[in-house]
């Protein structure tokens, strides 16, 4: 079954295709995020004094959304369509979300964003786990093949930005939106290439076809699934519209409808948890102990590190001296430029260790993965202090800061991917990913609070230098703390977590 596959460089056939696929999804994925706050913030919002609240609420919305569908669609993926349908169906819905946001208009915003999350809830479960079935258990070269397969996501997330930031800039938002969508097509395009040439053999078809055939109200599921996609994505866009806050105080202070709803989420899967452990061997209960804190651990990390492309690029715009460097959404392309210099060094620098017996146990990495987040924060922090007249600090400060947070997220995100599925007992490791990608998304719900904190309300559409420097560079601050106190905690934990 495995040596029907051509081989490349090494690696099967199809691996190749599926990086590619994979490159111009993230493509699309983040041109479109380098350009969202800005374009919330300066025109769907732009009306409003308190804008920076109204985008950092939707933002949050889209970012947990775009994450919790993944748990949906590799479950439907498992059960009816197939890793090969799901993912045609997920980039078709991506890329009419993209085409949907070079529309200039408040509906066809939310409808966008919408579709762009129900996509990503098909196409990036799929793929992921598509690169796992092209290797045999237990083969080392699958581990290499995922940090190539994670380099094509970041060389898409490196580019990305850029072209739809100069395109933004030169041309307008439109053109920038458009040129993700143009992304996104492209990467389906290389799919099908790939499954008319035969590279993938059997993989990815429907359990059975029985399944897509089976009626439910007279309907083949391999159809209603598709219908009821598109139907829930209005539904989902007037969830992303209802940003406003329930009430001003109180337990709901501040919050909107998805505030609420990813609370009781997150009450029931820690129930379920529960639940599970009560019901697990003592030796499965421990294990299942330490998934559930790497899970936390990495929610923390996102919950900084996905503030990229909000509350950072807000900073960047109006705080950083950016003047013939690149523009504000540029600066999103800085964490995959760092992820791609560093991603072969640090896994080439684990092995050695491996080799000398002093691989640092997962634990520690994920200790030292929350201190370097914590130390690039302060970076941010201390900027504040080399501003020129202007209240604009030099470039250089986020350079580094990219450069810090992208060697924690080596520290954590591939090692945990890989640990989260050894530690899973067996009846429930699809759960489990599920609540490994739910991390990402409840990690929006920080960014969102986060976001609130540090909203800027002005009427100046220019607002930025020394009015709002000290809001953003004490916020910082306090991150980095945050991030520092959770790295020392692990640390000091680690050894009783290893055992
Ligand atoms: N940058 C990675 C990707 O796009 C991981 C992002 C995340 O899980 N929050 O795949």
Do not use: H, K, Q
């Given at each position: 079954e495995y040596s029907d596959q051509k081989q490349m460089l090494g690696h099967p056939q199809g691996l190749f295709y599926l990086f590619f696929a994979e490159l111009w999804e993230r493509f699309s994925f983040y041109g479109m995020r380098?350009?969202?706050t800005l374009y919330m913030v300066n025109v769907i919002f732009e009306a409003l004094?308190?804008?920076?609240?109204?985008?950092?609420?939707?933002?949050?919305?889209y970012g947990s959304l775009v994450y919790?569908?993944?748990v949906i669609g590799g479950k439907i993926s498992d059960q009816?369509?197939?890793?090969?349908?799901?993912i045609f169906l997920g980039g078709i819905l991506m890329a009419i979300g993209h085409f949907v946001l070079a529309v200039e208009n408040d509906i066809a915003f939310f409808l966008a964003l919408s579709l762009i999350i129900v996509g990503n809830g098909f196409f990036k479960p799929n793929i992921s786990t598509f690169v796992g079935t092209l290797y045999e258990k237990g083969d080392p070269k699958k581990d290499s093949g995922f940090t190539i397969f994670y380099m094509g996501i970041n060389i898409g997330g490196w580019?990305?930005?850029?072209?739809?930031?100069w395109l933004a800039a030169k041309y307008g938002w439109h053109y920038g939106f458009g040129l993700a969508g143009i992304g996104m097509l492209t990467g389906l395009i290389v799919f099908w290439r790939g499954i008319k040439r035969n590279v993938f053999g059997a993989r990815g078809l429907p359990p059975n076809e029985q399944v897509m055939n089976k009626k439910i109200l007279g309907i083949k599921q391999g159809i209603l699934v598709p219908v009821l996609a598109v139907i829930s994505a209005p539904l989902i866009a007037l969830l992303l519209a209802s940003y406003k806050s329930i009430a001003t105080d109180g337990i709901f202070g501040g919050q909107n409808i998805v505030n609420v709803i990813f609370q009781g989420i997150g009450i029931a899967v820690l129930a379920y948890l529960a639940y599970e452990m009560y019901r697990a061997t003592l030796e499965e209960r421990k294990k299942l102990f330490v998934a559930v804190l790497i899970t936390v651990f990495m929610t923390i990390f996102w919950g900084f590190h996905e503030l990229s492309g909000s509350v950072i690029t807000l900073f960047a715009a109006r705080n950083i001296d950016l003047e013939g460097i690149m523009s504000a959404a540029q600066t999103n392309s800085l964490n995959s430029m760092w992820i791609i210099i560093l991603a072969i060094p640090i896994s080439m620098m684990w092995t050695w260790l491996s080799k000398k017996n002093s691989n640092p146990r997962t634990p520690y990495k994920f200790g030292l993965g929350l201190l370097f987040a914590g130390i690039s924060f302060y970076v941010l922090a201390i900027s504040g202090a080399s501003a020129n007249a202007n209240g604009l600090v030099p470039f250089a400060y986020l350079l580094l800061m990219y450069f810090l947070l992208s060697i924690g997220e080596l520290f954590m995100?591939?090692?945990?991917?890989s640990k989260i599925t050894d530690l899973s007992p067996k009846r429930i490791v699809a759960f489990m990913m599920g609540v490994w990608f739910l991390s990402s998304a409840f990690a929006f719900q920080i960014v969102g609070f986060i976001g609130k904190q540090l909203a800027i309300e002005s009427t100046d559409k220019n607002v930025g230098g020394f009015d709002t420097l000290a809001i953003y560079t004490d916020g910082f601050m306090l991150i980095a703390k945050y991030a520092l106190a959770a790295g020392l905690i692990v640390l000091v934990a680690s050894p009783f977590i290893k055992k």
């Open positions: 380098a350009l969202l004094a308190e804008r920076d609240f109204a985008t950092a609420a939707v933002y949050a919305s919790a569908s993944t009816i369509l197939g890793m090969r349908n799901s580019v990305a930005p850029l072209l739809c930031g995100s591939p090692v945990g991917l």
